[in-house]
């Protein structure tokens, strides 16, 4: 990979070439063939594309199946393929090497009108059919036949094998929905809910065409896949299937002049190997359809790897399990139905605090996907580190406990089984796509999202496998009513990070009012393990982990940064940690702390708990690559730990840029007030590059988050504003400018500054500090808010809503918004509507994204789309210290207006004066436009001269 670099300028592009080169030969990657085999209509086949990962390669292809070589067709453009069927091989030369092989298969064939018909029978059978919906038979007479007069199926002519194969069409015009059921020659009913072209043979519908050629490369595995061993030697067993032609090598030359073998066979190595050296075994095999290689690497130690963080630490050759226990030396770990007895102070790498009270035990043999369950004192205990939990079906239920009153409604849940899975996290690594680029935190637009709402509507426009799932979030192509939905819209709005609600393993709730399973995920039971019910294949560990990981690497594909809402602050239950120790929960005199409202608080001044968060947050990034953090309730959490936790992580990903922040209070009230992370506290955290949500900015906005109280964009000289309340609109005021400004001190702050109880308006060391919003997750949504709290008319209370989001969008800061704000999302609706300002448990009908209000309410999508775009192209809105924004940056009232004065030039402006009016009154105003040119109003972006600033909106103008 090379990069040019010159002072003063952005870097070029990365350019790549691959080149794998061993004992001197080069291994030439295969060519890639798109799209995949299958089968396609003509009109939709976009062509067969080959490409080559080779700079200066030649590529040859044939397509009727026989192998290609340099005499064959070279590949210059894609290839138009017609009606038929075509087996299509390619290969790579560079110079003298050539790679292997790579095939795919076609059937193309004419669009169908209407449904066919494919039956394998004997010979030309008749064929009644109709269709049912419900209880009601429609026979298809009108296409001109009858009971007595049947049709006969003619001899099919575009499949593989023609043979015994018979077609009947229906046309569209008499295909209504419901079911088809088909008798053949009077004979026996034969039905299926099928809708679209199918096949059927002897019992057995088919959606595709059983004839159809398939591309079947043999198959290589090695066991074990790799890995360290520890004895004299090691067997690895290598199996083939589907060849006819297979060979291996150990001493790093090509397979292909290596041993050959048939079927399985077994390779004993580390005879001539010495300590901490390492062989790799290459496999070749080929059969008519390609070639397949693969490769393992083995490493000969003289002991097992020490591991580096507690949990399960798995090798080929063994696996080590540790966990603390301060409290109880009678610890065992069962695994694969096998009792084993844990040693205390056993070693671990990495600084641990408490050593002594680290218990564990090395178990040889290759364990991957074994069962294991610790024991403490008898009870079985969860793996706080276990990145993979044993699958339980009756958690996606939420059944399981007794019902309890919650809200109003009669609540049970389940959290699934306390057993633990051997993870080889090597089979789920995936070819990682390039990291957006942040040049500076302040540059992020952070877009709040459910995996759950963001897809599970009906008209998502997703694919129904994968509503509400890890891969539904990142479907391309998705549209309703002609506008895009999905990580589509994301990247028409343009905002740069996702911050996705819980995804790590939560208890299901089943809510016997709405009848459904739903909860948002505020409820953990395994920090390090991914949600299930967010998976389209559970119980396929492997396959799960490469779900969410596939969904963070297309999100990053699509330019879109990706941050983890995480709630170390409680767990669902007592369960998660009780019985490995009491000493995981914040206790008052001797009473366990209900800081977090959920009946426990985990307890950060331990420095092992606090640890095992910041190895927890150090697993996300680095196997899942996730771009950052929210943090719930953070000021259950002491203010050392979190910037312990920012300063380490930043500095071992320093080339991230990673968001971290949370919100600076707790959900109830605790006396242990002092060294907390509330926003007050900021300056003690700006080390590690710690934020918080800037809650005294969003009530100053719009006031009461679940109530009619309205403030500065309702008409600020009647509002109330400030955490405490208050009526004189002196707090309200402060809110305001403080907020544009980025809640910035005077000057940098060692301590902390305030109250701990206040929002603090000018708290923060740095930009990147305040996270700027108006609505979330919790409360109304701003729709809703602005709904109940206006009396004006619809489009007066657009114009407040869009107010709203344009003072977060240009103050200074990192601006933050919920999924949907963008066109009138409300979740007032349905059968629970009283619940909307709280509605964690209240099901999909309030809480689904409806994609329909984005065409409905276009023109506050576009709007929205303008905001973000006017703070990304200006950087004047992204001051990046404390010294820029208040050196450069000036709010102050006009009158019942609030007017910012920005230097922009100063951070790199192509604008070098920006001026900002906020006009919250109902009536038009006019500021001295004198030398300025009009560039943003109520309706985005504009152009004019005039000095004219409408009702309850924002003006931009610069010079």
């Known amino acids: 990979k090379t990069k040019g670099f010159k002072a003063e300028c952005l870097a070029s592009e990365t350019v790549t070439r691959l080149y794998t080169i061993i004992d001197d030969i080069i291994i030439v990657t295969p060519p890639s063939i798109s799209p995949v085999s299958g089968t396609y209509k003509t009109t939709e086949f976009p062509g067969v594309t080959i490409t080559t990962k080779h700079e200066g390669a030649s590529t040859y292809y044939t397509m009727d199946g026989s192998a290609p070589s340099k005499t064959s067709l070279i590949y210059t453009a894609p290839i138009t393929l017609v009606e038929g069927t075509f087996t299509v091989k390619a290969i790579s030369y560079l110079g003298d090497n050539y790679s292997t092989v790579t095939s795919a298969a076609y059937k193309i064939e004419e669009p169908v009108d209407g449904i066919n018909i494919y039956v394998k029978t004997t010979s030309a059978p008749a064929i009644w059919v109709w269709e049912t919906t419900g209880t009601k038979i429609e026979c298809t007479k009108g296409m001109g036949f009858t009971w007595d007069s049947q049709p006969s199926m003619i001899a099919s002519t575009g499949m593989n094998d023609n043979t015994g194969w018979f077609m009947f069409n229906i046309p569209s015009t008499y295909v209504s929905g419901g079911a088809i059921s088909f008798i ?121 790897v020490t591991p580096t963080r507690l949990g399960a630490y798995y090798t080929t050759s063994a696996t080590t399990f540790t966990i603390w226990s301060p409290d109880s030396s009678n ?32 178990v040889p043999g290759d364990l991957k996907l074994k069962e294991y369950q610790f024991k403490i004192g008898g009870k079985n205990v969860r793996d706080p580190y276990g990145v993979m939990v044993k699958y339980d079906p009756a958690n996606d239920a939420g059944t399981g406990s007794a019902p309890k009153l919650e809200e109003g409604a009669n609540v049970t849940a389940n959290t699934g089984c306390s057993s633990n899975i051997v993870m080889d996290l090597s089979e789920t690594t995936i070819p990682w796509a390039a990291r957006p ?60 990070h996702v911050q996705i609600m819980p995804f790590y393993d939560f208890s299901s709730k089943n809510n016997q009012s709405t009848n459904q399973t739903y909860n948002w995920g505020y409820d953990p039971v395994n920090y390090n393990v991914p949600e299930e019910r967010f998976s389209q294949n559970p119980a396929d560990y492997a396959e799960r982990i490469r779900e969410v990981k596939t969904m963070v690497n297309e999100f990053h594909k699509a330019g879109i940064r990706v941050i983890m809402d995480v709630v170390y602050n409680h767990t669902f239950w007592d369960e998660m940690f009780m019985d490995i120790s009491s000493k995981y929960y914040i206790y008052l005199n001797g009473v366990k702390a209900n800081a977090s409202g959920c009946g426990n608080g985990v307890d950060t001044s331990n420095a092992m708990v606090s640890r095992f968060i910041r190895d927890s947050l150090d697993y996300w990034l680095e196997e899942y690559n996730i771009d950052g953090f929210r943090f719930d309730l953070m000021a259950i959490y002491k203010t050392d730990a979190v910037n312990s936790w920012g300063e380490y992580l930043n500095e071992k990903y320093s080339d991230r840029n990673i968001l971290m922040y949370g919100e600076p209070w707790t959900g109830m009230w605790h006396s242990d007030t002092a060294g907390r992370a509330w926003a007050a506290s900021r300056p003690v955290m700006s080390n590690g590059h710690i934020g918080s949500f800037n809650g005294g900015f969003r009530e100053s906005i719009k006031g009461g988050n679940d109530d009619t109280t309205g403030a500065f964009i309702f008409n600020w000289t009647e509002a109330k504003g400030g955490q405490k309340g208050g009526t004189d609109g002196a707090q309200l005021i402060e809110g305001i400018k403080g907020g544009v400004m980025g809640s910035q001190t005077s000057t940098i702050q060692g301590s902390e500054k305030g109250e701990w109880w206040m929002y603090d308006y000018v708290s923060a060391n740095d930009p990147e500090q305040s996270i700027n919003y108006i609505s979330a997750h919790d409360n ?173 909106s924002m003006t931009v103008f610069k010079k």
């Open 780 to 952: 109304y949504a701003l729709w809703d808010k602005v709904t109940a709290t206006s009396t004006a008319g619809s489009g007066d209370q657009i114009l407040i809503n869009n107010f709203g989001t344009a003072i977060v969008m240009t103050a200074q800061g990192i601006p933050f918004m919920h999924s949907g704000d963008e066109f009138l999302r409300t979740k007032n609706k349905g059968s629970f509507a009283s619940h909307a300002h709280n509605s964690y448990m209240w099901g999909t009908e309030m809480n689904e994204i409806d994609w329909s209000l984005k065409s409905t309410n276009s023109t506050v999508f576009n709007y929205y789309k303008d905001l973000i775009k006017l703070r990304k192209e200006h950087p004047g809105f992204r001051m990046n210290t404390l010294e820029e924004v208040n050196s450069n940056v000036t709010p102050q009232f006009e009158g019942a207006q609030l007017v910012t004065y920005i230097n922009a030039g100063a951070n790199g402006d192509s604008w070098s004066q920006i001026k900002v009016v906020y006009n919250s009154t109902s009536g038009t105003v006019n500021t001295d436009a004198t030398g300025w040119t009009k560039v943003f109003d109520k309706n985005g972006f504009t152009t004019g001269s005039d000095g004219s600033c409408a009702a309850r």
């Open 184 to 304: 053949l020659n009077k004979g026996s009913e034969i039905k299926t809910t099928k809708m679209s072209t199918f096949w059927y043979d002897n019992g057995t519908f088919y959606d595709e065409d059983p004839t159809a050629p398939v591309v079947t490369t043999p198959v290589i595995v090695l066991t074990p896949a790799g890995g360290n061993f520890t004895g004299a030697t090691t067997t690895v067993t290598i199996t083939v299937t589907d060849a006819t032609s297979s060979k291996y090598s150990t001493d790093g030359t090509d397979a292909k002049n290596g041993t050959a073998f048939t079927g399985t066979t077994s390779v004993v190595i580390g005879s001539d190997m010495s300590v901490n050296s390492s062989k790799t075994i290459h496999v070749w095999a080929e059969n008519s359809d390609g070639e397949s290689v693969k490769s393992a690497v083995f490493t000969k130690t003289d002991k097992p």
């Open 331 to 362: 610890v065992t770990v069962t695994v694969d139905g096998t009792v084993h007895t844990c040693t205390s102070g056993f070693a671990v790498d990495g600084g641990y605090t408490d050593t002594a009270h680290i218990y564990g035990v090395t």
């Open 437 to 496: 680029a942040l040049i500076e935190r302040e540059d992020a637009v952070i877009y709040e999202i459910s995996i759950s709402d963001f897809t599970i509507s009906a008209n998502s426009g997703v694919t129904a496998a994968k509503k509400g799932k890890y891969l539904g979030m990142v479907e391309s192509g998705t549209t309703y009513n002609g506008v895009k939905t999905g990580i589509d819209h994301l990247k028409e709005l343009g905002v740069t």
